[in-house]
């Protein structure tokens, strides 16, 4: 779509009111340059837009936290969900209550971080109760040491030792050392253990008890051990209690969840909004907004600006590189998230889109190609449509399986395919006949009754016939891309770009599939094709070298092109992949199918049937719709793409309202 | 002597030799994804996705030793093949047999890379998921050689 540049000059005093009417009608997109020009300064807003994204960030926050006590009742299709459409009045009720949920999220973010402080204080009370636990007999506190006449050392060895054996050890590290001992817990690698010595030995004790690795406890208290846990554990009983009751606060705090999203939208507008200011050039009296618009909608800014502030409103034609707005009909609209998934067209491009969609569709259905799914699809992403009034890229994205659905059920039909041949096996389960799904084109004389009326391609048993037609199809989907290619070059006057290296490249595919049908139709055939296709290798010997010096490099630079047939070929043969998925979806659902009626018409029978049918065909779906989906990309990127698309363009991004929960009504 | 013997063997051949080949791409994918989910339990769905990717070639295998103990009438207690039938058997699920276990091995390193890739930026999942599902051509072509050459067996040799 075309772009123009535009330029607005307003008075500063209703700077505030066209910016919000230039966010609600996402028309521009405001560019943003570094410095200001000359006589105009920048007006700095960035703290009150540090306020409202810290303020985004808090309500972020408590969402979470929310969503972890409280999690929200959301159905596993909740992300097809459009955002919420809000009166325009009522974004004045949410700003009025703002600073309330505000509030409201700070307590939220409060009591989180009260809990997980409490769990961390938990854990420490819990491995001083584990150290105490061997001191439990002991009846005086951990840090005695000593009365007037007697040392006393508690403590613990890293290694165990009954009475006997610490008596002597502590013997034979000092002989003349007086002690008396108490052990009141041993264990592997741990004894502990009181000592008791005259007060007149206590340096000669100590040296003794260290030079066996005697340690003091970590935590000494002047309580009693057991007092000390008991105080321990009820300090932890009071945390869990706390814990519990600002969970439980939290928890009611999850009613105000809509409101809150709604907020944090607010705040994301808001901040988005200060944001552009920040990079508006201002006078004393004017500022200026400059950004790109696309062409048709000129008309209905300048109506806007003029109707709400006093200002002038200028367009210019935009330069190369402007930013890229791509507006299809409604049958390729859906392809355009795939063409912008490679790459937005660059300022030599052609837009794509709609021979991109056409053949995105036809692909995808040969591929998945069973009437039963395809139905299932229109079916479901109507549905969704319907039900979950999603957003517009969603949409899109249901939309594009919708007409894929289409051709899905069309291919279906035409290889007579539905849900495999889900019909006919379960009609000769219960009659305990064989009839088949339909009669392939190659074997029309079948006598055993079909329950198609129309001849259908086979992939199992016409497989080489729909090589051939897959093969066929990729010709033509190459020659299109290479169609586009020659109207670029026609576009940007390049002409001998276009004829030489594209028109006889073309001629030549066409001349070699002149050749193929000859073979099967007539041998007249074969003779043109050969003819076309000896001129196009003449010419593009006589061309290709064009841009290289002297005969003899015009002349190795001409044979040397030649080459690309090869890849002509590879790129040709890729689409056989046509042929290697459509066969694929049919064979398993007929496993599936057969698998399911294994077990006869009994009860159990039957049971067995719905379960392993169900189960089978979603596997199949499953399986085959990403297959179909990925490799009818790989076609459009790879082999059609490659032919002539640059790509390289910016998106056009309008300054608008970039919410995430709600959006405003527009007005009707 | 008749050939039931090489019939089974193909079945077996085309189921387990692919279902190695998926067990040890799940398998890898597997170990990496419960890594991930260790830390952030809320792309379970995405992490299944990635994993269950290298699952398809067992999946291959298993239709073909189905298709060839059908075809061969193994299953429904009435074999009667040739030994040259049971000796096409075998040979036709060497395709999908070698095809799954080397593709669903390589099928599972890739996977393993697009879900450290996913791990890093959720909004990285989709250019994971296509370039994991690239690798699965391979197994397919080699399944539908063995696919052809098995439903027309009865036919072909007598």
Same mark, same amino acid.
């Given at each position: 779509?075309?772009?123009?540049?535009?330029?607005?000059?307003?008075?500063?005093?209703?700077?505030?009111?066209?910016?919000?009417?230039?966010?609600?009608?996402?028309?521009?997109?405001?560019?943003?340059?570094?410095?200001?020009?000359?006589?105009?300064?920048?007006?700095?807003?960035?703290?009150?837009?540090?306020?409202?994204?810290? %303020?985004?960030?808090?309500?972020?926050?408590?969402?979470?936290?929310?969503?972890?006590?409280?999690?929200?009742?959301?159905?596993?299709?909740?992300?097809?969900?459009?955002?919420?459409?809000?009166?325009?009045?009522?974004?004045?009720?949410?700003?009025?209550?703002?600073?309330?949920?505000?509030?409201?999220?700070?307590?939220?973010?409060?009591?989180?971080?009260?809990?997980?402080?409490?769990?961390?204080?938990?854990?420490?009370?819990?491995?001083?109760?584990?150290?105490?636990?061997? /001191?439990?007999?002991?009846?005086?506190?951990?840090?005695?040491?000593?009365?007037?006449?007697?040392?006393?050392?508690?403590?613990?060895?890293?290694?165990? $030792?009954?009475?006997?054996?610490?008596?002597?050890?502590?013997?034979?590290? %000092?002989?003349?050392?007086?002690?008396?001992?108490?052990?009141?817990?041993?264990?592997?690698?741990?004894?502990?253990?009181?000592?008791?010595?005259?007060?007149?030995?206590?340096?000669?004790?100590?040296?003794?008890?260290?030079?066996?690795?005697?340690?003091?406890?970590?935590?000494?208290?002047?309580?009693?051990?057991?007092?000390?846990?008991?105080?321990?554990?009820?300090?932890?009983?009071?945390?869990?209690?706390?814990?519990?009751?600002?969970?439980?606060?939290?928890?009611?705090?999850?009613?105000?969840?809509?409101?809150?999203?709604?907020?944090?939208?607010? !705040?994301?507008?808001?901040?988005?909004? @200060?944001?552009?200011?920040?990079?508006?050039?201002?006078?004393?009296?004017?500022?200026?907004?400059?950004?790109?618009?696309?062409?048709?909608?000129?008309?209905?800014?300048?109506?806007?600006?003029?109707?709400?502030?006093?200002?002038?409103?200028?367009?210019?034609?935009?330069?190369?590189?402007?930013?890229?707005?791509?507006?299809?009909?409604?049958?390729?609209?859906?392809?355009?998230?795939?063409?912008?998934?490679?790459?937005?067209?660059?300022?030599?491009?052609?837009?794509?889109?709609?021979?991109? &969609?056409?053949?995105?569709? #036809?692909?995808?259905?040969?591929?998945?190609?069973? &009437?039963?799914?395809?139905?299932?699809?229109?079916?479901?992403?109507?549905?969704?449509?319907?039900?979950?009034?999603?957003?517009?890229?969603?949409?899109?994205?249901?939309?594009? $399986?919708?007409?894929?659905?289409?051709?899905?059920? #069309? /291919?279906?039909?035409?290889?007579?395919?539905?849900?495999?041949?889900?019909?006919?096996?379960? @009609?000769?389960? #219960?009659?305990?006949?064989?009839?088949?799904? &339909?009669?392939?084109?190659? %074997?029309?004389?079948?006598?055993?009754? =079909?329950?198609?009326? /129309?001849?259908?391609?086979?992939?199992?048993?016409?497989?080489?016939?729909?090589?051939?037609?897959?093969?066929?199809?990729?010709?033509?989907?190459?020659?299109?891309?290479?169609?586009?290619?020659?109207?670029?070059?026609?576009?940007?006057?390049?002409?001998?770009? =276009? #004829?030489?290296?594209?028109?006889?490249?073309?001629?030549?595919?066409?001349?070699?599939?002149?050749?193929?049908?000859?073979?099967?139709?007539?041998?007249?055939?074969?003779?043109?094709?050969?003819?076309?296709?000896?001129?196009?290798?003449?010419?593009?010997?006589?061309?290709?070298?064009?841009?290289?010096?002297?005969?003899?490099?015009? &002349?190795?630079?001409?044979? =040397?092109?030649?080459?690309?047939?090869?890849?002509?070929?590879?790129?040709?043969?890729?689409?056989?992949?046509?042929?290697?998925?459509?066969?694929?979806?049919?064979?398993?659902?007929?496993?599936?199918?057969?698998?399911?009626?294994?077990?006869?018409?009994?009860?159990?029978? !039957?049971?067995?049937?719905?379960?392993?049918?169900?189960?089978?065909?979603?596997?199949?779906?499953?399986?085959?719709?990403?297959?179909?989906?990925?490799?009818?990309?790989?076609?459009? @990127?790879?082999?059609?793409?490659?032919?002539?698309?640059?790509?390289?363009?910016?998106?056009?991004?309008? $300054?608008?309202?970039?919410?995430?929960?709600?959006?405003?009504?527009?007005?009707? | 002597?008749?050939?039931?013997?090489?019939?089974?063997?193909?079945?077996?051949?085309?189921?387990?030799?692919?279902?190695?080949?998926?067990?040890?791409?799940?398998?890898? +994918?597997?170990?990496?994804?419960?890594?991930?989910?260790?830390?952030?339990?809320?792309?379970?769905?995405?992490?299944?996705?990635?994993?269950?990717?290298?699952?398809?070639?067992?999946?291959?295998?298993?239709?073909?030793?189905?298709?060839?103990?059908?075809?061969?009438?193994?299953?429904?207690?009435?074999?009667?093949?040739?030994?040259?039938?049971?000796?096409?058997?075998?040979?036709?699920?060497?395709?999908?047999?070698?095809?799954?276990?080397?593709?669903?091995?390589?099928?599972?390193? +890739?996977?393993?890379?697009?879900?450290?890739?996913?791990?890093?930026?959720?909004?990285?999942?989709?250019?994971?998921?296509?370039?994991?599902?690239?690798?699965?051509?391979?197994?397919?072509?080699?399944?539908?050689?063995?696919?052809?050459?098995?439903?027309?067996?009865?036919?072909?040799?007598?």
């Amino acid at each position: 779509m075309k772009m123009k540049t535009v330029r607005i000059i307003a008075l500063r005093q209703d700077r505030k009111r066209l910016l919000e009417h230039l966010q609600d009608s996402g028309l521009v997109q405001i560019a943003k340059s570094e410095s200001s020009r000359k006589g105009f300064d920048r007006v700095n807003v960035s703290s009150q837009m540090q306020v409202f994204e810290r %303020n985004v960030e808090l309500t972020e926050q408590a969402l979470k936290i929310l969503d972890n006590a409280s999690p929200e009742k959301a159905g596993m299709l909740a992300s097809f969900k459009g955002r919420r459409e809000i009166d325009p009045d009522e974004i004045g009720v949410i700003a009025s209550k703002a600073k309330k949920v505000i509030e409201a999220c700070t307590r939220i973010v409060e009591l989180d971080k009260k809990c997980s402080d409490n769990a961390a204080e938990q854990i420490r009370i819990k491995t001083q109760l584990a150290q105490l636990e061997s /001191w439990q007999s002991l009846d005086i506190p951990l840090n005695t040491t000593g009365t007037k006449s007697t040392a006393v050392f508690i403590g613990s060895f890293p290694q165990q $030792f009954s009475e006997e054996e610490l008596k002597v050890a502590l013997a034979s590290e %000092n002989p003349k050392l007086e002690f008396e001992l108490e052990i009141q817990h041993s264990e592997p690698n741990a004894t502990n253990v009181v000592v008791f010595a005259p007060k007149s030995q206590k340096a000669m004790a100590e040296d003794a008890l260290r030079a066996l690795g005697f340690a003091r406890p970590m935590s000494p208290t002047h309580k009693i051990p057991k007092e000390k846990a008991e105080l321990l554990r009820s300090q932890r009983q009071k945390l869990s209690d706390e814990t519990m009751q600002a969970k439980e606060e939290i928890a009611k705090f999850a009613e105000m969840r809509e409101e809150i999203k709604s907020t944090q939208d607010y !705040f994301r507008i808001r901040s988005d909004k @200060y944001n552009v200011i920040n990079h508006l050039d201002h006078s004393r009296h004017v500022f200026i907004i400059e950004g790109y618009i696309p062409e048709e909608d000129c008309e209905k800014l300048e109506t806007l600006c003029n109707r709400v502030a006093t200002c002038t409103v200028e367009f210019n034609d935009a330069g190369e590189d402007a930013p890229v707005k791509l507006k299809n009909n409604k049958f390729a609209e859906p392809a355009q998230g795939i063409l912008t998934m490679y790459a937005s067209p660059g300022k030599t491009d052609i837009d794509p889109t709609p021979l991109l &969609a056409f053949f995105f569709y #036809f692909f995808f259905g040969m591929m998945f190609s069973d &009437a039963g799914y395809g139905v299932l699809m229109i079916i479901a992403t109507g549905l969704m449509i319907k039900i979950f009034k999603p957003d517009k890229k969603m949409r899109n994205n249901l939309k594009l $399986f919708q007409y894929c659905g289409v051709s899905t059920t #069309f /291919w279906g039909l035409v290889f007579g395919s539905i849900f495999g041949d889900a019909p006919a096996a379960i @009609y000769n389960m #219960f009659t305990g006949s064989n009839a088949v799904m &339909a009669h392939s084109i190659s %074997n029309m004389s079948d006598p055993t009754p =079909a329950l198609l009326p /129309w001849p259908t391609i086979d992939p199992q048993k016409d497989a080489l016939t729909l090589m051939i037609i897959s093969i066929a199809f990729g010709l033509v989907h190459i020659l299109v891309g290479m169609g586009c290619k020659f109207a670029v070059c026609i576009k940007q006057k390049d002409y001998a770009g =276009a #004829f030489f290296d594209t028109g006889l490249w073309m001629l030549m595919l066409i001349g070699f599939a002149v050749l193929a049908a000859g073979m099967i139709v007539s041998p007249i055939l074969i003779t043109v094709g050969a003819v076309i296709a000896i001129a196009c290798a003449v010419g593009l010997i006589l061309t290709q070298g064009r841009g290289k010096k002297g005969i003899v490099g015009k &002349a190795i630079g001409g044979v =040397a092109s030649l080459y690309d047939i090869t890849s002509y070929i590879s790129d040709l043969l890729s689409y056989s992949r046509l042929l290697a998925l459509g066969l694929t979806t049919g064979v398993m659902a007929q496993v599936f199918n057969m698998l399911a009626t294994m077990m006869g018409t009994s009860i159990a029978g !039957f049971i067995f049937f719905i379960l392993i049918f169900l189960v089978g065909h979603l596997i199949n779906i499953g399986l085959n719709a990403l297959g179909a989906y990925v490799h009818t990309m790989r076609l459009q @990127y790879v082999e059609m793409f490659s032919k002539f698309y640059e790509g390289g363009g910016k998106e056009f991004e309008p $300054f608008t309202l970039n919410s995430k929960y709600i959006k405003i009504q527009e007005d009707k | 002597m008749n050939g039931i013997f090489f019939a089974i063997l193909g079945a077996a051949i085309a189921t387990v030799l692919a279902g190695i080949g998926s067990a040890k791409g799940v398998g890898s +994918a597997a170990q990496t994804a419960m890594g991930v989910l260790s830390e952030d339990s809320s792309m379970f769905g995405k992490m299944l996705v990635l994993t269950l990717l290298p699952g398809t070639q067992g999946l291959y295998g298993f239709i073909v030793g189905f298709l060839i103990l059908v075809s061969s009438g193994v299953l429904s207690g009435a074999a009667d093949v040739t030994l040259a039938q049971g000796f096409a058997y075998a040979g036709a699920s060497l395709a999908i047999g070698f095809g799954g276990l080397f593709s669903g091995i390589a099928q599972g390193k +890739a996977a393993v890379s697009g879900i450290a890739m996913t791990a890093k930026d959720e909004k990285n999942f989709s250019k994971g998921m296509v370039s994991v599902t690239l690798v699965e051509i391979y197994a397919l072509l080699a399944f539908i050689v063995s696919l052809l050459v098995v439903i027309q067996i009865p036919n072909l040799v007598g």
